[in-house]
């Protein structure tokens, strides 16, 4: 008589060798698939990558030794002594150390064509004055003076219009003509491109009539 199977005995084990496999596989063939799509993506330009060093091109202070001498308008009447790259310094709140001697930073100058012509404020008198503008950075400063002169003209003449006759006829007052004046470039150079530079502005002419 044949034996018959034991219903109590415990059925025996499946191999799980060939799923276990299979599972381990999978990631691995998602993960190479993701690799090369990401590679793909970046060659064919997908992603933008900024490099961990990139920064603002800004303009960029000139050494005194890279300084080039040309026959440009320098300073006129009341020029404002503060030093180039001190004036930078307070308006960028960037440190601008002075050395022995003078500027440690190069200045370039720009004069603005045309003089400007506005009445006093509360006066019957007006004034006329021509002008030049000073910076220590490099000449990306003056090439947004020339590209927005329409622009800082226009506020020029505003910040004159504010001009009271006591400041045209003292030494004191003509500095704080020349500050406001600086500011309102700075301003107009700001808005346009967002970075000033003008350290100090100088009267080439200043006739009050």
Same mark, same amino acid.
């Given at each position: ?10 059925? !025996? =084990? +499946? +191999? ?19 690799? /090369? ?13 900024? !490099? ?5 091109? *800004? ?6 030794? *890279? ?8 300073? /006129? ?8 790259? @001190? ?13 022995? /001697? ?12 045309? *003089? ?36 800082? =003209?226009?506020? %020029? ?9 006591? @400041? ?6 003509? =500095? ?16 346009? *491109? /967002?970075?000033?530079? %003008? ?8 006739? %009050?009539?």
């Amino acid at each position: 008589m044949a034996d018959t199977p034991d219903a109590t005995a415990p059925a !025996p =084990r +499946k +191999k799980k060798g060939g799923k276990l496999l299979i599972l381990v596989g999978v990631p691995i063939a998602l993960l190479g698939t993701g690799g /090369g799509a990401a590679v793909y993506g970046m060659q064919a330009g997908w992603f933008s990558v900024k !490099p961990a060093d990139a920064h603002d091109d *800004e303009p960029q202070l000139v050494p005194k030794s *890279e300084e080039k001498r040309t026959s440009s308008a320098g300073g /006129g009447e009341g020029g404002h002594g503060g030093g180039g790259e @001190e004036a930078a310094s307070a308006a960028h709140g960037k440190p601008t150390p002075k050395g022995e /001697g003078g500027d440690k930073y190069a200045s370039s100058y720009y004069p603005l064509e045309k *003089e400007f012509t506005s009445n006093l404020q509360d006066s019957v008198h007006f004034v006329q004055v021509g002008i030049a503008v000073s910076t220590p950075y490099d000449e990306r400063v003056l090439d947004n003076i020339k590209t927005h002169e329409i622009a800082i =003209r226009s506020q %020029v003449l505003m910040a004159l219009g504010e001009t009271s006759e006591e @400041e045209v006829f003292t030494a004191e007052g003509k =500095r704080h003509i020349q500050d406001r004046l600086a500011k309102a470039i700075n301003g107009v150079l700001k808005e346009k *491109e /967002g970075f000033g530079g %003008v350290s100090n502005v100088y009267f080439t002419n200043f006739i %009050v009539q």
